[in-house]
């Protein structure tokens, strides 16, 4: 990752609200963050934080018609998608950015062939011939290493694995060459050893198209594998970000510190783990100050009455908690 | 985006949802007035007829014959839906007209709804031969013509209140078989009717216990949506004259005997007729709504 | 394994050559079998009394269909599962009442493993209440001890399901398990559904009770971590066979059998600086209706040698506690 690279998301002060019958849940509070080209950014927290609901901010497709953002900028290479229209977002979706989900099976069409559905991704961007179409198809799905693709062209989805159709919606997402790529979750229904193929894929792609990547996922070996810089979110609010290497060696917030002590390692052998009390709250009925405050092992007063700024603690790593020591930023 | 909102998680305690779900529901604009309004008007009136009714449904008084309703020139308060061919009050017809519906529906939609349901749960949970048996059995229930039906049983088992009922029973306990059947199949995968089995549960307790409960939202749904049909049928049974005999008042018959007379004396098939309507659309309505009432609530939570 | 001259007490569970097949049929009135799927395909285990066996795997291993034949959920098309030296699948009236309450379990979907239509109490007192005679109060009573020893309110025992969050109703989920005193509990990934940060409190509290009411588990998981916390033996399936099988911490310090490596190389460690040393495999899992011949692992085995593609290799001792089903051993 190359701090020269240019910045190509921008989020800035993102709010994303559902207004429901039982209030205003508030999925997304304040969210701020930025990717350069050919770097990948994780976004990490639990149900419920709003991780998912941001992927969903940023492509404007939340749920509507309870769900808007209420405030804040999405800059794509510096244009605002949230001023756009519909009929302007239809041709960023897709085309400049593109969005895997967690569930290969809800993402494709099962009454048609996977050779249908990745051509008409394809129609939409190049205005060739069937036949053309047909072979840029079968060059996508080589792409996404999907052995004998000719053959594969004319199965449908229910004829293939889970690794298989994720491939095949990889394709679909990346035939527009887009410059983001959005991931929620796309390895969690995939067995371990396929998730490991598919995310050395993810990783090939990335290198060749120089993608900037939001990964949003709840694993922590994902994100320090595939992961340049974290955000951790709670509540609908980024409580710590930062390279991934300082985050894990040095967790400055006291979520992100109990999160990752509470998740037990593959690598030793550890006698008791110590878990969170309590649960996140809920987003319609938020604490006045610190939302993590109710569960944290330090907080004090003044965490409980003021929501805490966010402060620098590293290079380019920053903390939203009173207890910090902020450093001097060094840049 | 179900998925996403479901996972919104509030701590200890019920969740919005269910809050929202065990209070009485507060948007009153929501419901269905109107079909209550007619649902309860033909209720009491059915139950209430002999307090209810001015007349007599079967009194005759040829001087009254074809007496246009009270709104009409020619008509009167004395019979304020007119008279027909025989001088009898239209109102009171309809009146008693509307228990003889009300009575078939009821008995009709208990006995094959009753039946329907017992097959569906058993033929869905015990699966394999047993289901497919039942299920042909189903298939070639729901293949035979409706009316025809109806009309070949009434011709056998002679006229009468009975008949009807059976006829209707033998028409419908398929569609809720059918219907029920599907909704077991989704229940029986769920995770608690395995974990019922492995407390020890027997085939009875699992389906009276844990299968039952949860299918009984759509079986109410499905009878209340088969009242209007039924309703219907046996309009359609009197008209085509193998229903309820004279004199006692139906108002497929009364549609009937008014055919003849649709130019010169219209209301004597339009009022009932306009009656089957109106309570039909009713309970159509009142069945939507409960569908919907019962639905989101279960799947928010 | 034993050492040689010792007299074991006999285990709580014995697993003996344990296979299921499913037919495949094809046809619309007339049903013809065209295959078998082979989900378990001859497995011998055994757990032994407050002991936890991890069983892990990939989809299509197997591990579910093995816990399923367990519970008696599935009656096995070859084999033998002993409850005390008793076979299970052949235990009648009040035999069968008594191994209901000795052997319970936890699923995996919070959301579906408590019927919304009962109250919480009804469905923990599920066990007691067709197995045994309680009395109204006794019933109480014993929702009341499970419910504490789970850390739930008390006031929790009349509300509904609907009221409560996923890991809550696990807990509820775990506390109608433990109504009936069991002394195993089988584990279909109890955690997998939930949280992070809630995994933790519910993965302590299972290893609480195990020592408080001296059970046992088989714990089918796919996440090694968890496994690794609670399991004091891990078994490590591939297409319906076991191919390893050793304590836990000989497992998880030196695996031998190319599956395993290769599973734990993908399992990604927490840590950014780890070595890297992926072992990817080529290929998809194959389907378990035509497993391959000989070791079901060959075609993806970057190990494989001539014998291995005819002849499936046994499942035997290579060190203390330590069982591996491979050529290279």
Known sequence: ?331 | MARVEERIDVGFGPSPAAEAASRPRGDLARLPWISFFIIAVLIVVAVLAPLVAPHSPTEQSLPDKLTPPAWQEGGSTKHLLGTDILGRDVLSRLIYGARVSLIVAAAALLAGGGVGLMVGIVSGYLGGRVDSFLMRVVDATLTFPTILIALLLAVSLGQGLQTIAIAITVLIWARFARVVRGEVLAVKTRDFVALARVHGCSHLRIMAIHIVPNVLNTFMVLLTLHIGFVIIVEASLSFLGAGIPPPTPSWGQMVADGRSHIASAWWLAVVPGAAIMLVVLAFNLFGDWLRDWLDPRLRQV | MLESGAIAAEPLIRVENLAKHFPVTRGLLIARTTGQVKAVDGISFTIGRQETLGLVGESGCGKTTTSRLLLRLERPTAGRVLLDGRDVHALTGADLSQYHTRVQAVFQDPWSSLNPRLRIRDTIAEALIVNRRVTRAGKLERVEEVLHQVGLPLAAASRYPHEFSGGQRQRIALASALASDPELIVLDEPVSALDVSIRAQIMNLLKDLQVRQQLSYLLVAHNLATVRYIAHRTAVMYLGRIVEHADTESLYRGPLHPYTKALFSAALPADPDAPREDMILSGEVPSPIDPPSGCHFHPRCPFAMEQCSRVAPALKAVASGHQVSCHLY
């Open chain 1, 1 to 331: 990752m190359n701090t020269a690279a240019p910045v190509v998301l921008e989020v800035k002060d993102l709010h994303a609200y559902l207004f429901t019958r039982w209030g205003v849940v508030r999925a997304v509070d304040g969210l701020s963050f930025a990717i350069r080209e050919g770097e990948t950014l994780g976004l990490v927290g639990e149900s419920g934080c709003g991780k998912t609901m941001t992927g969903l901010a940023v492509l404007r497709l939340l749920p509507e018609p309870a769900g808007r953002i209420v405030r804040g900028q999405v800059l794509l290479e510096g244009e605002d998608l949230v001023t756009k229209s519909e009929a302007e977002m239809r041709q960023v979706r897709g085309r400049r950015i593109s969005m895997i989900l967690q569930d290969p099976q809800t993402s494709l069409n099962p009454v048609f062939t996977i050779g249908d559905q990745v051509v008409e991704a394809l129609r939409m961007l190049h205005g060739d011939g069937a036949r053309a179409l047909s072979h840029r198809a079968e060059e996508a799905l080589r792409s996404v290493k999907v052995a004998a693709p000719e053959q594969r062209m004319r199965a449908y989805p229910h004829q293939m694995s889970g690794g298989m159709k994720q491939r095949v919606v990889g394709a679909i997402a990346v035939a527009g060459e887009p410059r983001v790529l959005i991931a929620d979750e796309p390895t969690t229904a995939l067995d371990v050893t396929i998730q490991l193929q598919y995310l050395t894929l993810l990783k090939e792609i990335q290198a060749r198209t120089r993608l900037a990547m939001l990964f949003i996922t709840h694993d922590f070996g994902i994100v320090a594998r595939m992961c340049d810089r974290v955000a951790v979110m709670y509540a609908g609010r980024i409580v710590e970000s930062g390279p991934t290497r300082a985050l894990f060696r040095a967790p400055r917030h006291p979520y992100t510190e109990a999160l990752m002590a509470s998740v037990p390692r593959m690598e030793a052998s550890v006698e008791r783990l110590p878990s969170i009390e309590g649960q996140p709250p809920s987003l319609h009925d938020l604490p006045a100050g610190c939302r993590f405050a109710p569960r944290c092992g330090y907080a004090d007063d003044r965490c409980r009455r003021e929501y805490p700024p966010t402060l620098p603690v590293g290079p380019a790593h920053e903390a939203a908690c009173w207890r910090v020591e902020p450093s001097p930023p060094s840049r």
